[in-house]
């Protein structure tokens, strides 16, 4: 086949992977950024630093899509904040 790419399953499954993480990420960035904001007012940011360890708080940027570590970290320690 000329001019055609042919994946390895694991390629593949890597793609798809990634593809999903960062569907993840662009759709829960901005509810979990609008939900501190709505629960901690002034603090969210801080909170949400709070829900992370030391070494990734530097990561925790309002400006910038956040990981879906980080994401994950702030929803499960805030849930019932935010779900409440």
């Avoid at 569907?23 to 801080?46: H, N």
């Avoid at 925790?60 to 904040?81: F, G, N, S």
């Amino acid at each position: 086949m000329t001019g055609v790419t042919v994946l390895p399953a694991s390629a593949l499954s890597l793609g798809l992977f990634r593809t999903g993480l960062t569907k993840f990420e662009d759709t829960l960035d901005p509810w979990v950024k609008g939900r501190a904001s709505a629960v901690f007012k002034d603090r969210w940011l801080y909170e949400c630093r709070g829900c992370v360890g030391r070494d990734l708080k530097k990561h925790v940027d309002p400006e910038k899509t956040w990981d879906t570590h980080t994401l994950c970290a702030i929803m499960r320690q805030r849930y019932t904040d935010f779900l409440g």
